[in-house]
């Protein structure tokens, strides 16, 4: 379990409330305790059309959640960001998982990866934040993502970097439409068929909001646990999710229901 934890003051569901420092110290502590494994730390909002930010802004941001949390071994810190600068701070600082939404686009990110030890989320996303939700196409959208994907890693391995540190994410809303979205979810398989852990994160996103109706990101809890759920039965091993212990106890009756004595 990923918990999600946005230092911004613009992210699509939670964008301000985690600002400060010690909110966000404080809430990331609040999540290893629900149950989460691993905290991302996100200084850049990545929503569709959200603007940039200056790399100072970001490392403002995030390096000092990172550094109150890099020192705990209790709470494995991952850095969300697309910018080798802030990642490489951000691992000296203790994180110990780049989690990066252009999938190691940039070469100079490939060289941060290469010069550490630190696990690495490769995901997939059409474009760039400002412009991934105009009018994204895709032939196939499944088998383009997957392919993607798998060279992005294909490059990462050729750069020196072990296959057993790479996960893969689909990018669940990130360039992508509803139908895009549910088709990549029903067809999880065809990732996790290609023995990379998998990482998913559906919450809160706008796909589940025009399933379920509900328009406002914090009230789409119902149905990003029921996608938490579905992606964990397709057998994905990561789930990044902003409510923690929420779907750490709809998995937990799950489970329970999986095993029970017969």
């Known amino acids: 379990m990923m918990g999600i934890l946005n230092v911004t003051p613009d992210s699509f569901s939670d964008g301000g409330r985690f600002i400060d420092p010690d909110a966000a110290v404080s809430h990331a502590r609040e999540m290893i305790a629900a149950g989460a494994g691993i905290i991302d730390v996100g200084g850049e909002s990545t929503r569709p059309g959200a603007p940039p930010v200056s790399s100072e802004e970001e490392l403002a941001r995030v390096l000092p959640v990172v550094e109150a949390l890099g020192g705990e071994p209790d709470v494995p810190v991952s850095i969300d960001t697309r910018h080798a600068v802030i990642a490489r701070a951000c691992v000296d ?58 060279a992005r890693a294909r490059e990462l391995e050729e750069a020196g ?79 990044r999710v902003h409510d923690v212990r929420e779907t750490v106890a709809a998995l937990a009756v799950t489970d329970a229901v999986r095993w029970a004595d017969r």
């Not at 400002?130 to 383009?144: F, I, K, L, N």
């Not at 970097?161 to 549910?182: S, Y």
Request: glycine content about 10%; aromatic content about 6%; proline content about 4%.
């Open 93 to 150: 600082a203790g994180a110990s998982t780049i989690n990066d939404v252009s999938g190691f686009r940039d070469p100079a990110m490939i060289g941060v990866a290469a010069a550490c030890d630190a696990g690495l989320v490769v995901m997939h996303m059409l474009g760039e934040p400002q412009t991934m939700q105009d009018e994204p196409h895709y032939d196939d959208v499944v088998a383009e993502v997957r392919g993607y994907l798998l």
């Open 161 to 239: 970097i072990a296959r057993e540190r790479i996960a893969l994410d689909p990018g669940i809303g990130f360039g992508k439409t509803t139908q895009h979205n549910l088709a990549l979810l029903r067809d999880l398989d065809a990732f996790v068929e290609t023995g990379y852990p998998i990482v998913v994160g559906a919450s809160r996103k706008r796909f589940i909001g025009d399933v379920t109706g509900e328009s406002e990101p914090d009230k789409r809890l119902a149905g990003s646990v029921a996608a938490a759920i579905w992606s964990a039965s397709r057998g994905i091993h990561v789930l």
